[in-house]
Antibody, heavy 121, light 107 residues
Framework: QVQLQESGPGLVKPSETLSLTCTVS????????WSWIRQPAGKGLEWIGR???????NHNPSLKSRVTMSVDTSKNQFSLKLSSVTAADTAVYYC???????????????WGQGTMVAVSS | DIQMTQSPSSLSASVGDSVTITCRAS??????LIWYQQKPGKAPKLLIY???SLQSGVPSRFSGSGSGTDFTLTISSLQPEDFATYYC?????????FGQGTKVEIK
């Protein structure tokens, strides 16, 4: 079955760039939307952005222009870069597959286990 | 952005109880409403999509209803493994947004 695995540094300094990669195993990265979602400790879920397998992206305007997403279909990976981080960016970051209609439920049906990223000097 | 508001924020219930969680959207989202269950330290799990369709493998005691702006998630006969936090999410338009969550605790 399809599995997702996040990877990247667990600690990032303020003002630097957070970089995470999600590796898709057991299935193709093609024809799905791939998203990043984060969750500060004890709080709710925030959608960061999505990338289609073709490379088309959308991101949450609340993060302004700090978000960059990319996809590498040859490696079955997609990535997130979040620039100019502050303590407010400390959270568990999840990658997830959004399975669009009509073939799927139009929902996040597969999630990674999440990776904790702390922003601190 | 479409705001999603869940109520209550938390509830206490006993095994065997029936519980209902409400999610309200700030504008009509048709039936583009999803419910997830999240347990501590784990990723969310898809329960219900398209407001009322049960994801494969999810027990039938979970059900969803609603359309437009008002939606409900009902868990009939609560089981010990159902104590968790539940989130609604709209997939009508980006930015996709989640409700703030409803924590279901053991009474």
């Amino acid at each position: 079955q399809v599995q997702l695995q996040e990877s990247g540094p667990g600690l990032v300094k303020p003002s630097e760039t957070l970089s995470l990669t999600c590796t898709v195993s057991g299935g193709s990265i093609s024809s799905y939307y791939w998203s990043w979602i984060r969750q500060p400790a004890g709080k709710g879920l925030e959608w960061i952005g999505r990338i289609y397998s073709s490379g088309t992206t959308n991101h949450n305007p609340s993060l302004k222009s700090r978000v960059t997403m990319s996809v590498d279909t040859s490696k079955n990976q997609f990535s997130l870069k979040l620039s100019s981080v502050t303590a407010a960016d400390t959270a568990v970051y999840y990658c997830a597959r959004f399975h669009p209609v009509p073939r799927g439920p139009n929902a996040f049906d597969i999630w990674g286990q999440g990776t904790m990223v702390a922003v601190s000097s | 952005d479409i705001q999603m508001t869940q109520s209550p924020s938390s509830l206490s219930a006993s095994v065997g109880d029936s519980v209902t969680i409400t999610c309200r959207a700030s504008q009509s989202i048709s039936s583009y409403l999803i419910w997830y269950q999240q347990k501590p330290g784990k990723a969310p799990k898809l329960l219900i999509y398209a407001a009322s369709s049960l994801q494969s493998g999810v027990p039938s005691r979970f059900s969803g209803s609603g359309s437009g702006t008002d939606f409900t998630l009902t868990i009939s006969s609560l089981q010990p493994e159902d104590f968790a936090t539940y989130y609604c999410q709209q997939s009508y338009s980006t930015p996709w947004t989640f409700g703030q969550g409803t924590k279901v605790e053991i009474k």
